[in-house]
């Protein structure tokens, strides 16, 4: 069936640094979405993506959907400790309904 | 309520039993999700609701899993006869339909340990 290989698994960086995340796909997908989730919670939307090429910013964070519309990234900048949490990557595919997930990156900031 | 609300956020039971798990989805969303989250891993869908449509159950693990939806109202989770492997986080979600694609909201979900 269809994966989403995403990467890094996980991360230990310093607060202030910049962070980068991405995930990869054999499929193409119409949608590309990142969700972050905190311990005890559902995931929550960060950003939508809905084509191919497109880039766009939520405050210190940036994705952007790749041409070949097999992949995406994440960047968050000049991290700070609330953005301690898994980040994941999910993509539609443009045939039905379902999403597809990625396994997660792990983000942890050390003091 | 403005969010996906679900219960209980936790149930403890013990293996062999029955266990019920509720979503509530946003008013007006039409789509609903449930998945499982193992501990440290990622979400494995379980099975999709579209309005009056037959739901899409290709997710769930096994007979002993079934679920429920009244039009596009509240939705219950069912597991028989639970087993250790069973423990997990249930999460619901719902999402509008229509027009152009929107996302997933999530519930917190129902955190359910089989001892």
């Known amino acids: 069936g269809q994966q989403l290989n995403q990467s890094p698994q996980s991360m230990f960086i310093q607060e202030g640094e910049d962070v980068s995340m991405n995930c990869t796909s054999s499929s193409i997908f119409n949608t590309w979405l990142w969700y972050k989730q905190d311990p005890g919670e559902g995931p929550v939307l960060l950003i939508a993506l809905y084509k191919a090429g497109e880039l766009t910013s939520n405050g210190r964070l940036t994705a952007q959907f790749g041409i070949t519309r097999k992949d995406s990234f994440l960047n968050i900048s000049a991290s700070i400790p609330s953005d301690v949490g898994i980040y994941f990557c999910a993509g539609q595919l443009a045939s039905n309904y379902q999403l597809i997930w990625g396994a997660g990156t792990k983000l942890i900031i050390k003091p | 309520g403005a969010g996906v609300s679900q219960s209980p956020s936790n149930k403890v039971t013990e293996k062999g039993k029955d266990v019920e798990l509720r979503c509530d989805p946003i008013?007006?969303?039409?789509?609903l999700y449930w998945y499982r989250q193992r501990l440290g891993q990622g979400l494995e869908f379980l099975i999709y609701?579209?309005?009056?449509?037959?739901?899409?159950k290709s997710g769930l693990p096994s007979d002993r899993f079934s679920a429920e939806r009244t039009g596009e109202s509240v939705s219950t989770l069912t597991i028989q006869r639970t087993q250790q492997e069973d423990s997990a986080v249930y999460l619901c979600a719902s999402r509008q339909t229509g027009g152009s694609y929107s996302p997933l909201h999530f519930g917190n979900g129902t955190r359910l340990t089989v001892t």
């Open positions: 609701f579209q309005g009056n449509s037959a739901p899409d």
């Open positions: 008013s007006g969303h039409t789509a």
